[in-house]
């Protein structure tokens, strides 16, 4: 069994190495005040609350941001229903290696977004590609394998819970001001 999830995970590298290679995009650092419009992808939790991310994002429309959430549930399927502005994907929209087929990519890439926070501690290649494929010139991850991914990445422990990796996001993200 451990021999194919090798493979799975080989193909699943191979996936998102590929999107990189190809992407086309300009990236830069943006001063946390002037976003207007970001992303946030996260791990959701099985229940489908979710609290943690739904209070994020009603302070960061507070703040006057527009906020879009998309969440990977470790499940066969969700059970809540697909908003504009908030969307889960489950096991039934990835492929054999756990990338997201093409039907959810496409509509994934359909909108752009000023900035894209990955906010999982946890190593999901569906998020890992998303983030690759997501239109954004500046995106904000824990810090990954692949060259390219995240302009702007936060080290931190594996044993780090989700909430600490946001705090310290907005920490740096509201600290460092952009060359003009």
């Given at each position: 069994m451990a021999f194919l999830e090798n493979i799975k995970k080989y193909l699943a590298v191979k996936s998102i190495q590929k999107v990189l290679a190809n992407q086309d995009r300009e990236s830069q650092y943006l001063d946390f005040s002037t976003i207007k419009s970001?992303?946030?992808l996260f791990k959701s939790e099985e229940n489908e609350k979710n609290k943690f991310i739904r209070s994020i994002v009603n302070d960061l429309r507070n703040q006057g941001k527009k906020v879009t959430v998309w969440g990977y549930l470790d499940k066969k399927e969700t059970e809540t229903a697909v908003l504009p502005d908030f969307r889960l994907f489950s096991n039934s929209e990835l492929n054999f290696y756990k990338i997201p087929k093409p039907l959810l990519t496409e509509e994934f890439i359909q909108v752009e977004y000023d900035m894209v926070l990955q906010l999982s501690n946890s190593d999901i290649f569906a998020l890992d590609f998303l983030l690759a494929k997501a239109k954004s010139s500046f995106k904000v991850s824990?810090?990954?394998?692949?060259?390219?991914?995240?302009?702007?990445?936060?080290?931190?422990?594996?044993?780090?819970?989700?909430?600490?990796?946001?705090?310290q996001m907005m920490h740096y993200l509201n600290s460092i001001k952009a060359k003009k």
């Open positions: 970001l992303l946030i824990k810090t990954k394998p692949y060259k390219g991914i995240s302009d702007f990445m936060i080290e931190v422990d594996q044993t780090t819970d989700d909430e600490f990796l946001y705090k």
